[in-house]
């Protein structure tokens, strides 16, 4: 082979791979960008719990490994948003989270500040949702699709388990319950499209499976609500079960930007 086209050859290698690298690095934005929206909803179903005594350890550590988490994951997002259309929705994150962190700061959980709370976290779970949705389009790619349904699976699991607390808390009344059934209703409706997905490979369908075995158990442990009133037991149930259907999908949406 004469050099030029040898040349040739190795240009066009470094080309596929600068290209497979960037398309990686995005996948994995979506998922950082995701993984936002779950930990905005993370962090106040721990403040739930705390402030109701339930598994007050394991709160505690949820609750400050997901503060850190996020606080990390801003700056890498920060640095990663190279569009300015991008760059602004991560200031709007940014100008969200802050008041939402001094909340959540501020002194031991109690139920006075507890929809302060709530109010702040849906803020920030909307400013999440605008920044990856704006990084799906830009991706142009199915997959970015994928990691974004998987991803928001994440989320619902928290979401879900948020209403359950703060309505036994005696916050949300009623249309507590109704969220509950509508995200219930979207997270089943997603795992039947994460499963039918032409990306989704065997091993993704396998760790499918085991979060719609957990969803079994997170929907016993829901059917246990009675709002206005405190059950350690049943929030306990409630909190566990959301932190395993958040671990599998977690490997989840990862198995998804890996595919990327």
């Known amino acids: 082979m004469k050099r030029r086209d040898c040349l040739a050859v190795l240009a066009t290698t470094l080309a596929s791979r600068a290209a497979r690298a960037d398309t990686h ?10 993984r936002q929206r779950m930990l905005s909803q993370r962090m106040a179903k721990s403040y739930m719990a705390l402030g109701q005594d339930v598994d007050r350890g394991l709160a505690q550590r949820t609750l400050d490994a997901s503060m850190s988490m996020f606080e990390r994951q801003l700056g890498e997002l920060r640095s990663a948003a190279s569009q300015p259309a991008i760059a602004m929705s991560v200031r709007q994150l940014e100008a969200s989270w802050t008041p939402y962190r001094a909340a959540l700061a501020a002194g031991t ?19 999440a949702q605008e920044c990856t949705a704006l990084l799906v389009a830009l991706s142009g790619r199915a997959i970015g699709q994928c990691i974004d349904t998987s991803g928001r699976q994440r989320m619902l699991s928290q979401r879900i388990a948020v209403l359950h607390l703060s309505s036994s808390w005696g916050l949300g009344g009623a249309s507590a319950q109704a969220e509950i059934a509508s995200a219930s209703a979207r997270f089943e409706s997603s795992q039947a499209a994460l499963l039918s997905a032409p990306e989704t490979t065997a091993a993704i369908r396998d760790e499918l499976a085991l979060a719609n075995q957990q969803w079994t158990f997170f929907g016993a442990a829901l059917r246990g609500l009675r709002p206005g009133v405190s059950d350690p037991e049943a929030m ?24 990327g």
Do not use: C, W
């Open 25 to 34: 690095e995005m996948a994995e934005i979506i998922n950082k960008a995701g």
């Open 109 to 127: 959980p109690d139920r006075g500040r507890a929809p302060q709370v709530l109010s702040r976290a849906a803020e920030v779970l909307a400013r």
């Open 236 to 259: 306990s149930h409630v909190f566990t079960t959301s932190e395993r259907i958040l671990e599998v999908m977690e490997d989840v949406t990862g198995e998804y930007a890996r595919l």
